[in-house]
């Protein structure tokens, strides 16, 4: 199966199968009218990657925004413990009157990464994207792996899916699985690999 790089449409935060990924079909642009095999939000791939087509991208910290990124930061999240996000810059939320117990937090990245993620391409789930975070910068979107392809247990899963993603023939990985499916990560910076997961 090939990746977006394959084709010579590189995202730098998406590097799993064209078939994971959120696209629409052929057909011409919104912003430009070129015919596109492959859209991204209706445009194409020139169009979408220079960031004016207007997206929102969730996350592990909150929603991405086209505005909220230009301040370097995410929505937010609700938080009781800011100490929960180690390693990154909060700034609170005012509170709101209405609700004087609840404490959201903006949780700051770099505007550029943020930015980039707008330009990204969505992963297929079954209850909606969370675009996971190491480093200061948002993750490598590496696949949608079934979750029957792995048997060992939770402390021994980031391991087996490293190894996985290492193996030559990953990306032909598809199929009838059942509904529970892992949404794999690996760090440009580190090469730490995260997860999350859902299922219908």
């Not at 799993?16 to 939000?41: L, M, Q, W």
């Not at 990124?69 to 810059?89: E, F, K, M, Q, W």
């Not at 509904?179 to 910076?189: E, I, L, P, R």
């Amino acid at each position: 199966m090939d990746t977006f790089d394959d084709v010579q449409r590189p995202f730098p935060f998406f590097k799993a199968p064209i078939s994971h990924a959120v696209v629409d079909g052929p057909g011409h642009c919104i912003r430009c009218a070129t015919h596109a095999d492959i859209r991204f939000h209706d445009a194409c791939y020139d169009c979408f990657r220079s960031g004016e087509i207007d997206t929102v991208m969730d996350t592990e910290f909150g929603m991405a925004t086209r505005e909220d990124a230009l301040l370097g930061r995410t929505h937010g999240v609700p938080l009781n413990d800011p100490s929960r996000i180690p390693g990154y810059h909060l700034t609170q939320h005012p509170i709101d009157p209405r609700f004087p117990n609840d404490r959201w937090y903006h949780v700051h990245v770099d505007s550029d990464y943020l930015l980039d993620l707008l330009r990204t391409p969505k992963y297929h789930t079954w209850q909606g994207e969370s675009w996971l975070f190491c480093c200061q910068r948002p993750m490598v979107f590496r696949g949608s792996l079934p979750s029957d392809i792995f048997s060992s247990s939770s402390d021994q899963l980031s391991s087996d899916i490293a190894a996985f993603l290492d193996a030559p023939d990953w990306k032909k990985t598809e199929g009838e699985h059942g509904s529970h499916t892992y949404y794999v990560f690996t760090c440009a910076v580190c090469g730490a690999v995260r997860y999350n997961d859902d299922c219908d």
